[in-house]
């Protein structure tokens, strides 16, 4: 689906709305096209295998909370009853489609509070979305007026945009500094001097703009960038002596940390030492809510690099470059070591492309190098940014380009890049909040793999069998501890979470917790004879 475009940067606004039609088509059309669907069920009956080729979206119940109210002389004369009320307004709703999810919004159960009053023919709900940075809640509001409204009974509608509360896509123990931020998004080169810290703050206000809440980690404490680029009134970082916790500062509502802003400038130390710093500056600031954590990483594969990918649940990573063959190389590395990790790297941003003289279009470092790693790599989105002395003027300011000139080329590209993170990091998210779930009618764990199309069910003993920690099998002699009739052929599991991009944690009856990788899951023995399946309710 092409990119739709998010309005300039604005100071930010959590209860205002990003208005965002794409270009070279109205709004009306592009709402008519991507945003209704006939209205038809989307699941099948068919029966599941042990694979199947498409994966079909689960069934989401709506929660909410509904009231109807109706006289008594109303309810003896058998006029419309609660259930078919409310199915009006759902199947109604039904018809408007998630871009980025390709289902419907009540089945990705956006439809909350939903209240009708039949006797003055009033509805009213609430949409709650992924991330207040929706790019489409503008289309979602006036689309959701507009199938409601067109029922026959109904008079008046009053629809309330909000979002999902901030909330980590890790289920592990995280530091109290990070336990409610949503996305972690890295800004990585694996080369220094390609403009990372440029791309990082603009990507930042960026997001901020569209409306997210936004905070910025500068995690290069050898040469912090964040005190030139930014100018926060507040320079320093402050601590509480009683929660012993760093307060970030700010500027233009963004939540700001750097080496830069402890009062020391660039550090002379070690590498142990340097991981030391980085995690404690990262895992003890108070950042609050965030929706973006933005962490602008320094160049290079090392232990630094290591330290953050582990320590922190990072949902994405945004790769920059620029058109010389030498970045290309260090690129690549830093793509490789995201894989193994099991990051995904959404964007390539591919810096100081070009520049326009005479007319003409210029191209003094090359092209092809984010193209190539785009092609070779398979990451999906690649952006230019062009070679502008403003870009540069800005960086040294300590104004960013998409806040002093929001109109302009560099900010549409960086526009578009938040859009592009936006709707990667939500995909992910329901990619791994869905990817293992536990089927009671089924008395089996279905597993269907992030970015993967394949399906498959796994019996819950096998799987408990198959724990490979040094609870069930000895570190030392690999003898295994658990044997396979201490595993009863009936167990269920209580609770199934995710561990970032990676793993979920089962917890078992008898209180053990199990991390399983994905890569493990899928090497185990599948169910082949089971019956049909239908949609989950969760």
Partial sequence: MPLLHAQSWRQPSFQG???LPRRGKSRESLLSEEFLQPQASI?????????RSKWEPQKVSVSRSLVVKATSAQASNGVRVTETAEKDVLKALSQIIDPDFGTDIVSCGFVKDLEIDEALGEVSFRLELTTPACPVKDMFEQKANEVVEALPWVKKVSVTMSAQPAKPMFAGNLPPGLARISNIVAVSSCKGGVGKSTVAVNLAYTLAGMGARVGIFDADVYGPSLPTMVNPENRLLEMNPEKRTIIPTEYLGVKLV??????????????????????QLLTTTEWGELDYLVIDMPPGTGDIQLTLCQVVP?????????PQ?????DVAKGVRMFSKLKVPCVAVVENMCHFEADGK????FGRGSGSQVVQQFGIPHLFDLPIRPTLSASGDSGTPEVVTDPLGEVSRTFQDLGVCVVQQCAKIRQQVSTAVMYDKSLKAIRVKVPNSDEEFLLHPATVRRNDRSAQSVDEWTGEQKVQYGDIPEDIEPEDIRPMGNYAVSI??????????????LETMERLVDVPPLSPLEV
């Fill in 361 to 364: 279009r210029y191209y003094p």
């Fill in 258 to 279: 750097s080496f830069g802003f402890a009062g020391q400038g660039r550090a002379i130390m070690r590498g142990p030492m340097v991981s030391g710093v980085i995690d």
């Fill in 17 to 19: 709305r990003a208005s």
């Fill in 43 to 51: 699941f099948t009956s068919k029966p599941l295998g042990i694979r």
């Fill in 314 to 322: 990072l949902t994405a990573a945004v790769i920059v470059t620029t």
């Fill in 325 to 329: 063959k030498l970045a290309f190389i």
């Fill in 507 to 520: 917890t078992w009856p008898d209180g053990f917790s199990q991390i399983a990788p994905y890569d493990q």
